[in-house]
C-alpha cells in the first residue's frame, strides 16, 4: 500500500493528466445513447472527479487551490460544450463533479493522516 502511494505522489502530474484526459474524452464522445453501466450518473461523475483530484491531493503541491479552480472550469466547460456533440450539458453534473473534487481531497488527507509517508519518500 505504501509503494502504491509513494507511486502516486511520484507520479501525480502523469496521472492526473490522464485522468483528465480519459474524463474529457468519455464527456465528449458523441454517443447514440450511454452505455449501461450500473449506478447513478451523477454518481459517475463523483468518482471520476474524485479520481481526478485525488493524486493532485495526495501530493499537495503549493498551487493545489489553483489546480482545483482550473479542474472546476474544465468541467464546466465540457458541461457548456456537450450540447454540441449530442450530450446533455446539465448543472447538476457540474455540482456532482465539484463534489467529486471534494471528495477526491478529502480521501487524500484521510489517507495521508491514516498512512504517513516519510518526507524523503515523498
Given at each position: 500500500m505504501m509503494t502504491l502511494l509513494i507511486l502516486?505522489?511520484?507520479?501525480?502530474?502523469?496521472?492526473?493528466?490522464?485522468?483528465?484526459?480519459?474524463?474529457?474524452?468519455?464527456?465528449?464522445?458523441?454517443?447514440?445513447?450511454?452505455?449501461?453501466?450500473?449506478?447513478?450518473?451523477?454518481?459517475?461523475?463523483?468518482?471520476?472527479y474524485g479520481?481526478?483530484?485525488?493524486p493532485t491531493a495526495l501530493r499537495k503541491p503549493n498551487y493545489l487551490p489553483a489546480i482545483a479552480l482550473f479542474f472546476i472550469c474544465w468541467s464546466g466547460a465540457?458541461?457548456?460544450i456537450q450540447p454540441f456533440v449530442n450530450r446533455y450539458g446539465e448543472f447538476q453534473d457540474l455540482a456532482a463533479n465539484i463534489t467529486g473534487l471534494v471528495?477526491?481531497?478529502?480521501?487524500?488527507k484521510l489517507i495521508s493522516w491514516l498512512l504517513p509517508v516519510n518526507s524523503e519518500l515523498k
Open positions: 502516486i505522489r511520484k507520479y501525480w502530474k502523469s496521472l492526473t493528466l490522464f485522468i483528465l484526459t480519459v474524463i474529457t474524452v468519455l464527456s465528449l464522445l458523441p454517443l447514440p445513447e450511454l452505455p449501461p453501466i450500473p449506478g447513478n450518473d451523477k454518481t459517475h461523475h463523483i468518482i471520476a479520481l481526478l483530484m485525488f465540457i458541461e457548456l471528495c477526491g481531497f478529502l480521501a487524500a
